[in-house]
């Protein structure tokens, strides 16, 4: 593949950078990740406010020409001979002597890294997945809030404890908290409904702010439907009549079934979407295709 490092693009095996980079030696990095719709990144300038505004937290002098980048993404997909895919902008903190660095990072390093998208479900059901509850706890946020950033190895542990479940293949994987409250998946943020009421785990859990999660929340308030941010327990997401998980690839995806770390498991509703997660994926579908007929 041809990723875009610098202002310029490269073979994959031709870029490089520096064994000083901080992102490398401290993991000081941040990246967001998004896919297009007609070659345009959606929710674009979403997601650089928040790359830019971590950027900041982070005292890495980056500042984002939105112009520049989408002729970027642009010609990084027609170099990579594809229509649309899966983007990650990453920031990476750049040069640094060893040691923890006083002064702000002014020379950071941007990398846009592509590839396919995977094959899209051909209906809600067929998108629907299984949610595996894990044993690990969903690591405390460095800064007090959670940033995508390259602090990745409580993600990476997630997965190589979701691979010894052999119930569990194709499930996402659930964190809680330090404390027992559901927080979110591995790669998603959580959603649950209950009695009419949709439910998410609030900020304080350690989850990510998540872009699509508040597209979602926006949608839920357009409808005129009650939501709650809170503090919920494994037995509540259990007798939940919808769940559902979002991010920013896949969008809305069900979920049919939880479970446990001792293999137990248990039927979400009926075992399909239901009316509430279908309702937001069809608001959702709405917004894509809005979006799509202005690019």
């Known amino acids: ?69 989408l002729e970027a993404v642009r010609e990084l997909l027609f170099r990579n001979r594809l229509t649309d895919a899966y983007l990650r902008l990453s920031v990476s903190a750049g040069s640094r002597d060893i040691g923890l660095p006083e002064l702000p990072y002014e020379e950071p390093n941007l990398i846009l890294y592509i590839k396919k998208l995977p094959a899209e479900a051909r209906s809600l059901e067929a ?24 602090h990745y190895m409580n993600n990476i542990l997630a997965k190589r404890e979701l691979v010894g479940y052999a119930w569990a293949a194709g499930a996402e994987g659930l964190f809680l908290d330090a404390r027992g409250y559901v927080a979110e998946g591995m790669v998603t943020n959580l959603f649950f409904v209950h009695h009419e009421t949709i439910y998410t785990p609030h900020l304080d859990t350690g989850i990510l702010p998540g872009i699509t999660r508040q597209l979602i929340m926006e949608l839920v308030e357009q409808q005129g439907w009650r939501m709650e941010e809170g503090y919920y327990t494994w037995e509540q997401l259990q007798r939940a009549d919808e769940i559902f998980l979002t991010n920013s690839v896949q969008g809305i995806v069900p979920v049919v079934c939880l479970w446990d770390t001792d293999g137990q498991d248990t039927r979400i509703g009926t075992g399909k979407p239901g009316k509430i997660t279908r309702g937001l994926f069809e608001q959702y579908q709405t917004v894509v295709r809005e979006f799509c007929q202005h690019v």
């Open 127 to 150: 998108a629907s997945r299984h949610l595996q509850r894990l044993k690990l706890c969903r690591n405390t946020p460095e800064s007090g809030r959670r940033m995508k950033s390259f």
């Open 1 to 69: 593949m041809i990723i875009y490092m610098n202002g310029r693009f490269l073979e994959e095996k031709q870029a490089s950078i520096s064994v000083y980079d901080h992102g490398f030696m401290y993991g000081m990095g941040l990246f967001e990740t998004m896919r297009t719709y007609n070659g345009v990144p959606f929710l674009w300038e979403r997601h650089l406010e928040r790359l830019r505004g971590d950027c900041r937290r982070l005292s890495i002098a980056w500042t984002a020409n939105s112009g520049e980048l």
